[in-house]
């Protein structure tokens, strides 16, 4: 990145990634929808360079100076991922409910599924200073058509919180959505009640917009609130400089 502040972490590797059994090709322009993934005909055709069309959404692994985010695998993340996911905390504001390993793996599946579809893009983040995998987070609610896309399923175990871990994730996915896509908005939500996520979101610059009142029912049976933040192309410098100085401190 031609503008990185001093002190600030690498650009990411922007490098195709191998395909494995879990995932295939990103889907071509026409099988994309606003939301769904179904197929729409009034999309770029497959193979236009993304620099016309803003988003070629395919597996990428994105690095900074304090964690790599790699395209999630079963085969490589998901011993770890279950070594440090069963934390009952980590799911306290989810709508999913995950209490044994076979949840956590269906919720993996889920994940790679959802990639398959085109509707998402998963990652496992591991630390780079030992190289164990301390959660994960995902591209989701990708809207090609519309270049918006939400950031978020996002967990980190404990004794990686309140670290410079999770700031910096948000920050090269923010990053790789507005520079490389060519994002016109990317969103986050969380729980109403959780206002130690709200207050995170606050703290990197997104702009609060409004509670969606009983918006989804977890896997609890409980109606939940949601409220949803975002940033705007037209922010993402302000933001961007926002990150970079919180991590130039890190």
């Known amino acids: 990145m031609g503008d990185r502040m001093p002190g600030t972490m690498p650009d990411e590797r922007g490098a195709r990634c191998r395909p494995t059994t879990w995932s295939r090709e990103a889907p071509s322009a026409t099988d994309w929808t606003e939301d769904t993934g179904a197929a729409r005909r009034d999309l770029p055709a497959a193979g236009t360079a993304p620099s016309l069309w803003g988003m070629l959404v395919e597996p990428v692994t994105l690095e900074g100076r304090h964690v790599r985010l790699e395209p999630l695998s079963l085969e490589r993340h998901g011993e770890g991922l279950l070594a440090i996911g069963l934390d009952p905390d ?32 998963p990652f496992a983040a ?43 994730a948000k920050y090269l996915m923010i990053r790789h959505a507005f520079e490389t896509w060519g994002c016109r908005r990317v969103e986050l939500k969380t729980d109403a009640h959780n206002e130690r996520s709200r207050r995170a979101m606050l703290r990197l610059g997104c ?44």
């Not at 956590?104 to 893009?121: D, S, T």
């Not at 630390?127 to 609610?141: D, I, M, N, Q």
């Open 90 to 121: 980590l799911w306290r504001w989810t709508i999913v409910r995950i209490e044994t390993a076979a949840d956590l793996r269906r919720y993996l599946e889920r994940a790679l599924q959802e990639q398959a579809e085109g509707r998402a893009l």
């Open 126 to 168: 591991v630390e780079r200073a030992g190289g164990r995998v301390v959660g994960s987070t995902r591209f989701g609610a990708i809207a090609v058509a519309h270049r918006r896309v939400e950031i978020g399923w996002t967990w980190i175990a404990r004794p990686w919180q309140r670290t410079a871990i999770n700031t910096e």
């Open 207 to 250: 702009v609060e917009e409004g509670v969606f009142r009983k918006h989804l029912i977890t896997e609890r049976g409980t109606p939940r609130d949601t409220v949803y933040y975002s940033v705007v192309d037209d922010e993402w410098p302000a933001v961007k400089a926002r990150l970079e100085g919180l991590l130039a401190r890190t």
